[in-house]
């Protein structure tokens, strides 16, 4: 027996293993050699080619110099673009989070999701897409600018309606005024209805399937949800609706989960504000800002229907456009047919009393010929108005089927808004003037001379200038070059024949 074998016997090891001790042990010149070592990779061990680390190294880089917010998914979808550009294999999210580890960057762990204590499952929960959706509204972390100077005028906010057995995005409103029925109105509209037209009308080339009139509504306790208006407009339409528990958020989890991850999105953006001030540092938001309102429109959807509703949700553990089209096969979606008249139905409304001379809201007096024929004098009525546009408001039919649109008593008066109509009130009712309906027009325009004038000095008076209502564009008919007198006369409305 030879030396080896006596003393791997002695050992109860085998010769092999004696020769790879004995190995060990010379080439680190000690006893700490024969130390057993973990299994698997050592620490510090890289597995990907050089040409995914270089890569990732360059889009960590160019994260690294831009000056938003950007998240840390940015990176990881640059590097994959990157990746399939050079035709190799993409890289994972922990990749990523690795190499920034070795480069001493802590700073993505502010733009992931927070550990939270756990609560109880006490959410919405739906089996079927439409059975319960979810509506609420955030001020965006972004500043925009007016289409003509490209000056900043703040900050918009936005309406989602979101539903949550499958996670997709029925629909969004953009606007620069604060939250209301109508903004929620408008939301609806957009997600009852196919989105087919609104995307070809924006010149966007993208798949938005989901669409459909909800059947149950959860929101929070916002006014503008409590509102008389919205109430009633949802039970035209058989919407039911149910509330939070006042203080108790994560009842809502589901689209404020949503909401923080399109923020996260935004903060990539010119001009982001980020979360918080902290965050934001030094970055000049305004000084940064080059987007529009209609281009963060766009943005939006594209975000929604191109990108977040198109990868797996972790949450549902399936990705959100699938999901939709297998839930929605069996059961077809419930769609709305005017889409006029179902914003009209969310519009604020107030009860006015039909006289001889129409109606009055505000001091601004409304008359239509039709009025006096519809209702008899002295009948209260619940007239509806759109914030935005005061020059006409919308008087339902006896049947309840449609709405008479009646136009001011005085047609050459400018269509202005809600806001420059109650602030012309306050001004005229703190002067000595008589507060009527000329004193209160005169006032508004003399506010938009002024703010015209300002436009380019003040961000406010700029933003209010957005809001205004557009006039139309003039139509001009062509007239028949002849009569053809074989067809029938058609009445105007109004003409008795």
């Not at 419930?334 to 006289?355: G, K, M, N, S, W």
Request: hydrophobic fraction near 35%; glycine fraction near 6%; include cysteine.
């Amino acid at each position: 027996m030879t030396r080896l074998a006596r003393h791997a016997k002695r050992e109860r090891v085998s010769v092999r293993t004696l020769i790879r001790w004995l190995k060990r042990y010379r080439e680190n010149t000690g006893a700490l050699g024969l130390i057993p070592r973990q299994r698997g990779p050592r620490i510090g061990h890289r597995r990907l080619l050089i040409v995914q680390e270089t890569i990732i190294q360059e889009a960590i880089d160019a994260w690294v110099k831009r000056g938003e917010r950007l998240p840390l998914s940015w990176i990881v979808e640059e590097s994959r673009r990157r990746c399939s550009a050079a035709k190799v294999p993409g890289v994972s999210r922990q990749a990523v989070v690795s190499r920034l580890r070795d480069r001493g960057i802590e700073s993505w762990r502010t733009t992931t999701r927070r550990p939270e204590a756990k609560r109880p499952d006490v959410g919405a929960r739906a089996a079927r897409p439409l059975d319960i959706v979810q509506v609420d509204h955030t001020l965006v972390d972004v500043m925009i600018v007016e289409g003509g100077h490209r000056k900043s005028i703040g900050r918009p906010w936005i309406t989602v309606v979101f539903d949550v057995a499958t996670r997709v995005v029925l629909g969004f409103h953009l606007t620069l005024k604060a939250p209301s029925a109508t903004s929620v109105g408008l939301a609806l509209a957009m997600a009852a209805l196919p989105k087919d037209d609104w995307l070809r009308d924006r010149g966007l080339k993208i798949s938005w399937a989901a669409f459909g009139l909800p059947r149950l509504l959860h929101l929070d306790n916002g006014s503008d949800f409590h509102s008389l208006a919205f109430q009633r407009g949802c039970d035209q339409y058989g919407i039911r609706l149910e509330y939070r528990p006042p203080g108790r958020p994560h009842f809502g989890g589901h689209i404020e989960r949503y909401l923080g991850t399109l923020m996260r999105r935004i903060h990539g953006l010119p001009g982001s504000t980020s979360s918080n001030p902290v965050q934001r540092g030094r970055y000049r938001s305004e000084a940064h800002a080059r987007m529009t309102l209609d281009e963060l429109e766009k943005w939006i959807a594209v975000e929604i229907a191109g990108r977040y509703q198109q990868y797996v949700y972790r949450g549902l553990h399936a990705i959100p456009a699938q999901a939709w089209d297998r839930g929605i096969r069996d059961r077809p979606a419930r769609r709305i047919h005017d889409v006029v008249q179902f914003v009209i139905d969310f519009l604020p409304a107030e009860t006015r009393r039909i006289t001889r001379n129409g109606l009055q809201i505000g001091l601004i007096r409304y008359w239509d010929p039709l009025l006096a024929r519809m209702f008899p004098v002295g009948t209260h009525v619940l007239v509806r108005f759109d914030p935005r546009d005061l020059s006409k408001v919308y008087v339902p039919s006896v049947s309840g089927t449609d709405y008479l649109v009646v136009p001011y008593a005085d047609l050459r008066r400018p269509a202005i808004t809600l806001a420059e109509r109650d602030r012309a009130r306050r001004i005229v009712g703190e002067s000595d003037q008589r507060v009527d309906e000329e004193s209160v027009f005169a006032a508004a325009l003399t506010q938009r001379r002024l703010e015209e004038a300002a436009e380019r000095r003040s961000s406010r008076a700029r933003r209010t200038v957005q809001r205004r209502p557009k006039p139309p564009a003039p139509k001009h008919a062509k007239r028949p070059s002849t009569v053809d007198y074989s067809r029938p006369p058609v009445p105007y409305e109004g003409e008795e024949w």
